[in-house]
């Protein structure tokens, strides 16, 4: 069993719609917990964090924690177009870049 | 800055073949980070370095991978002989601190034939 295990995917949804993504993970040492956004042919550029459980927004995003289900979640409210992307979560039981394992992340299309 | 640079942005080799790719990081940034990413395993952590010291390199699958830092303005992680098991999209980041935001190179797709 994976670590980090995330639904591949794709996603489609139309523009304006609320999307989520989720994760689960298997390792209850977890604290950390990162979104990514990887564009097409492009690296990862990190979205979000938050430590522990609770919530966490940033405008149109909210990544949201439920340690007690190892379950992680990001929210994208008002999707546009240009939210199409693969989504990768990733865990650590240290802040550090070293420490980070990797869902294998999810497409995401935003149709006009 | 120009962000974290990585050359080539394809290679396309016949295995046997030694394959070298390249990464320059962001200036004044102290950590580089190589990673390798399939469509089956995800994102994983091949080896990184500090102050052009390797730190960790349990990543690295096996002896056939090496990466060096001569300068810390490049690093090369080289594979040799190549595999077509090899094939993924190989990316370098680069962070000022341990626990400070990573950035990502645009990444280097291998195809192994």
């Known amino acids: 069993q994976k670590e980090v295990e995330q639904d591949p995917g794709p996603l489609s949804v139309p523009e304006g719609a609320i999307v989520s993504l989720n994760c689960t993970y298997s390792?209850?040492?977890?604290?950390?917990f990162m979104w990514y956004r990887q564009y097409s042919r492009k690296g990862p550029e990190l979205l979000m964090y938050?430590?522990?459980?609770g919530n966490k927004e940033d405008g149109r995003f909210t990544a949201q924690v439920d340690k007690s289900s190892k379950y992680i979640s990001l929210f994208i409210r008002d999707s546009q177009p240009s939210d199409s992307a693969t989504y990768l979560c990733?865990?650590?039981?240290?802040?550090?870049?070293?420490?980070?394992?990797f869902g294998t992340g999810t497409r995401l299309t935003i149709i006009p | 800055d120009a962000g974290v640079i990585q050359s080539p942005r394809h290679e396309v080799t016949e295995m046997g073949q030694e394959v070298t790719l390249r990464c320059k990081p962001i200036?004044?940034?102290?950590?580089l980070f190589w990673y390798r990413q399939t469509m089956m395993r995800g994102l994983e952590l091949l080896i990184y370095?500090?102050?052009?010291?390797?730190?960790?390199d349990s990543g690295m699958p096996e002896d056939r991978f090496s990466a060096k830092m001569p300068n810390a303005s490049f690093s090369t992680l080289k594979i040799q002989p190549s595999e077509p098991r090899d094939s993924a999209v190989y990316f370098c980041?680069?962070?000022?601190?341990?626990?400070?935001?990573?950035?990502f190179g645009q990444g280097t797709r291998l195809t192994v034939v």
């Open positions: 990733a865990t650590s039981s240290n802040f550090g870049n070293e420490k980070l394992t």
């Open positions: 200036s004044g940034h102290d950590y």
């Open positions: 980041a680069s962070s000022y601190g341990p626990n400070t935001e990573a950035f």
């Open positions: 938050t430590y522990s459980s």
């Open positions: 390792n209850s040492a977890f604290q950390y």
């Open positions: 370095f500090n102050n052009n010291v390797p730190i960790d």
